[in-house]
């Protein structure tokens, strides 16, 4: 199993401003995901962090709002910029790993809580 | 029509008893099925890989149906401390990404 740790655990921010959330892993992994939760839902993907190129952001989410950084094999940043209130949610990051029984597995971070005002 | 559709529930069990949740799913291509738990204010934990054959983990056990393109987890004997939301979760695209379900509920009482 892989152990992720993400900062800030939880955050209240102005309307207009930028939060970048990060997220440490304990063992080196090639993907990196980032999710979002919105209050009541369930988990929707933003976008693959894959070290050494571009993130792959899913439909609905754009690089402007949501950049992402992947500078080595164990960290990542998402940034949520010019928030607004719609962008309070729980952001989660996940890392995929191989299981010895073969196939691959993700383990999540324990999310970040961000309130915008 | 979303991509993995369950029952929200909320499913209220007295300890002991047994309880199934269904899942469907919309991609035929889907490779790979997994069961999470997450519990309130927490992240999501996999709870089990769902195999072709079913596969069982103590009092957990998982089905998965190709051909109806469904998912079940049975939990036998409950007990309070399985009071969670259960997230179906299937993968879609060629890098392994997750679609998840809105989950359902389970609450077991006393």
């Known amino acids: 199993s892989a152990v992720i740790s993400q900062k800030p655990s939880r955050d209240i921010c102005q309307r207009g401003t930028s939060l970048t959330i990060q997220c440490q892993v304990d063992?080196?992994?090639?993907?990196m995901f980032w999710y979002r939760q919105q209050p009541g839902q369930s988990l929707t993907l933003i976008a693959t962090?894959?070290?050494?190129?571009?993130?792959?952001?899913e439909s609905g989410f754009v690089i402007d709002k949501f950049p992402i950084s992947r500078p080595n094999l164990t960290f990542s940043t998402l940034t949520v910029s010019n928030m607004s209130p719609e962008d309070s949610s729980i952001y989660l990051c996940?890392?995929?790993?191989?299981?010895?029984?073969?196939?691959?597995?993700?383990?999540f971070g324990p999310g970040t809580r961000l309130t915008v005002l | 029509r979303k991509e993995v559709e369950q029952d929200p529930g909320p499913f209220n069990v007295p300890e002991g008893a047994t309880v199934a949740f269904n899942c469907t799913y919309s991609?035929?291509?889907?490779?790979?099925f997994f069961w999470y738990r997450q519990d309130c204010r927490k992240e999501p934990k996999l709870l089990m890989s769902v195999y072709s054959s079913g596969n069982e983990d103590g009092r957990f056990t998982a089905q998965l149906n190709r051909a109806s393109q469904y998912i079940s987890l049975l939990i036998r004997d409950s007990k309070l401390s399985d009071s969670a939301t259960y997230l179906c979760v299937v993968t879609s695209g060629g890098y392994n990404k997750l679609i998840f379900g809105a989950g359902t509920r389970l609450a077991v009482h006393p």
């Open positions: 962090a894959n070290q050494g190129s571009e993130a792959t952001y």
């Open positions: 063992s080196q992994v090639t993907m």
């Open positions: 991609n035929s291509a889907s490779q790979s």
């Open positions: 996940s890392v995929e790993t191989a299981l010895l029984a073969g196939g691959l597995q993700q383990f």
